[in-house]
């Protein structure tokens, strides 16, 4: 897929200035390496076993613990005598989309692509669709940077998998030329609100805002129906499509590095997610918001 470049709103300075604290918390390398330690240690750990971990002073360790803490990096609390010290969950996806919003990756609460252009129509998948969905499905495919699947499912296991209601076909000229579709996550009750989705363009209708058209399709019917949050797996290679996603909501939780073999070699791939609510991202207890 093509894209623009995309009109990014400047960060405010209540935001920047969130940041600014973030960053500057951790432009010591011994606090750097502190949060390494603690977010890789699978559990709380306590100040003494970190300052043996990294050979320093004691006094040098709880000095800088206490930093991580102000800022909201690290959670305190006691046992016995003893202080643990664990990661703060919320910042090991706050701090990554707080370097996105500075590096102008996502724009700040983003509703969904704009300036759709006139000639490309969606309308819901019909029984009469599918050898062109298949189709445009192998040729996605075809690019290798699309999917891990390496040949094209049976319409049957499709339709068993995508959710009712959120199977979309774009169409130019009368002619189908790309679709969206959503499938649950999981089986289990509490994850009814949690989608996959996937837009896939025909190589005859690429650079044609065909994507972009499909996917404001898709995430505007979800907000509709209350599915709360949508996400997705892109190859890293597939830059168009990442940043497509960002125009739409979508916020980069980081990189599943190795995650499955394509062809016989390991790929990694980016994760995104887009939530219904669009709140400022409050990464860190004590910060102000995200973008």
């Not at 930093?67 to 003893?82: N, S, Y």
Request: net charge negative; proline share 5%.
């Amino acid at each position: 897929m093509v894209t623009t470049p995309l009109e990014v709103p400047l960060l405010s300075a209540q935001q920047a200035s969130t940041y600014a604290d973030w960053f500057a918390c951790l432009a010591e390398p011994m606090r750097v390496r502190l949060l390494h330690a603690v977010a890789t240690a699978g559990g709380a750990v306590t100040v003494g076993q970190l300052t043996e971990d990294l050979g320093i002073s004691q006094s040098t360790c709880s000095h800088h613990v206490r930093k991580l803490a102000e800022t909201g990096f690290v959670l305190l609390h006691k046992r016995g005598t003893a202080t643990m010290v664990a990661v703060n969950p919320a910042c090991c996806t706050g701090l990554p989309h707080a370097a996105d919003a500075v590096m102008g990756a996502i724009a700040p609460r983003p509703c969904c692509p704009e300036d759709l252009p006139a000639d490309v129509s969606v309308r819901e998948l019909t029984a009469g669709d599918w050898a062109d969905v298949r189709r445009i499905y192998g040729e996605g495919i075809a690019t290798g940077d699309a999917t891990f699947e390496t040949s094209v499912p049976p319409r049957a296991t499709l339709d068993a998998q995508w959710l009712p209601g959120h199977r979309w076909v774009a169409e130019i000229d009368g002619q189908v030329a790309g679709w969206a579709a959503a499938s649950p996550t999981s089986t289990r009750a509490c994850y009814r609100g949690v989608a996959e989705t996937s837009v896939y363009v025909s190589e005859e209708f690429r650079g044609r805002g065909v994507g972009k058209t499909l996917l404001h399709k898709q995430v505007t019917a979800a907000d509709d129906a209350g599915l709360w949050t949508l996400q997705t797996s892109i190859f890293p290679e597939n830059r168009a499509s990442i940043s497509l996603h960002h125009s739409a909501g979508y916020r980069t939780l980081g990189v599943r590095e190795r995650i499955a073999q394509h062809h016989g070699r390991w790929r990694d791939t980016v994760l995104l997610e887009r939530r219904h609510d669009d709140e400022a991202i409050q990464a860190c207890p004590n910060g102000e918001g995200g973008g």
